[in-house]
Structures are given as C-alpha cells and as structure tokens.
C-alpha cells in the first residue's frame, strides 16, 4: 500500500502561486498513475488534475486549465501541481491520491485510493 502525504499549502492572495508536493511511501509509485481532488467547505471533492504513471500525459479540469500543472518525479515518488493565476474558488482542501482502478475515467474519484490527508489552500481576493 502506498501512503500519500500532502504539503505546500498556504494562505495566499488572487493572482499569486502555490505548489503543492504529495510525497509516497514506496518505489512502487512510479507504477501509479497518480490524481489531484479538491474539496471545498459544503461542496462535494472534485477532480483537478491528473498524469499518468510514466508522467507522458496529463489532463484538467476545465476550472484549472491553463493555470495548473501536475507533474511526477518517480526517482523521488513525488507528484506535484503548480497553482499559477490563483483565484479565491480556488479555496478548498487538495488531496492526492493513486489511481487503482481503470473502470471508468481518470476524473471519477471513485477510480482512486490511498488518499493522503490533505493540505488547506486559501486564497483571498
């Protein structure tokens, strides 16, 4: 089993930058492909971002796109996701998570497991 860690978040004003860094347990990582989610308070988590286990391609949310990056480093089985252009509903707690199913798509959170616990992102207008 892997075991996810979440940092990197903060409380930072519209317009500014965040990235966050979901660290792994296990070499085994590197055969993950690998989620962002976002929840924010009252809402239902959402999908954000994803790459696949080899880090060759990635997709977004439409809210994130153009402004978000995820990326991987296997040699040190960690994920991150660059936050450019903050906006205040960008406001919520960011998970990371392995993708353990291939059922149905990448942004169906239900695909996943090994969630990490989560880090706050703030964003004030």
């Known amino acids: ?39 924010a308070p009252g809402k239902e988590r959402e999908f954000v971002a994803y790459v696949t286990y080899a880090g060759e391609r990635t997709y977004y949310a439409d809210s994130v796109k153009g402004r978000f990056t995820i990326s ?34 990448w942004s169906d959170e239900q695909e996943y497991g090994n969630w990490g616990q989560g880090t706050q992102v703030t964003v004030s207008s």
């Open 1 to 39: 089993q892997v075991q996810l860690v979440e940092s990197g978040g903060g409380v930072v004003q519209a317009g500014d930058s965040l990235r966050l860094s979901c660290a792994a347990s296990r070499r085994t990582f590197s055969g993950y492909s690998m989620g962002w989610f976002r929840q």
């Open 72 to 105: 991987r480093d296997n040699a040190k089985t960690t994920v991150y996701l660059q936050m450019n252009s903050l906006k205040p509903e960008d406001t919520a707690v960011y998970y990371c998570a392995t993708r353990i199913m291939y059922s149905t798509t």
